[in-house]
Nanobody, 126 residues
Framework: QVQLVESGGGLVQAGGSLRLSCAAS????????MGWFRQAPGKEREFVAA???????YYADFVKARFTISRDSAKNTVYLQMNSLEAEDTANYYC????????????????????WGQGTQVTVSS
């Protein structure tokens, strides 16, 4: 059974940083695309960042070089380093994985992911 477990969320002041982790179990995603999405109350889930099979990274425009997605294949874990956090970044952050070799366009769409974590809450106080 595949499981994605996020951690690292919490309460932080504007301008601060957090690093989210997503640990996969049940199968290896070391060479599979993985992504981060977020959902704020009353809003739709939106793409944040993704990393492809080859290690290419993709980001939503609102990230503006503040976030960095990376992976540790040996640990079957993907990370999201978030710097210069803003109140608008407050949301529940979800990790996702797919077994397909998708490119940048497909990885920005939540429907193309096969597995999802339960989410970790990030709250940024202004």
């Amino acid at each position: 059974q595949v499981q994605l477990v996020e951690s690292g969320g919490g309460l932080v002041q504007a301008g601060g940083s957090l690093r989210l982790s997503c640990a996969a179990s049940g199968r290896t995603f070391a060479n599979r695309p993985m992504g981060w999405f977020r959902q704020a109350p009353g809003k739709e889930r939106e793409f944040v960042a993704a990393i492809s099979m080859s290690g290419s990274t993709y980001y939503a425009d609102f990230v503006k070089a503040r976030f960095t997605i990376s992976r540790d294949s040996a640990k079957n874990t993907v990370y999201l380093q978030m710097n210069s956090l803003e109140a608008e970044d407050t949301a529940n952050y979800y990790c996702a994985a797919t077994v397909q070799n998708y490119g940048s366009v497909w990885l920005r769409q939540a429907r193309n992911y096969d597995y999802w974590g339960q989410g970790t809450q990030v709250t940024v106080s202004s």
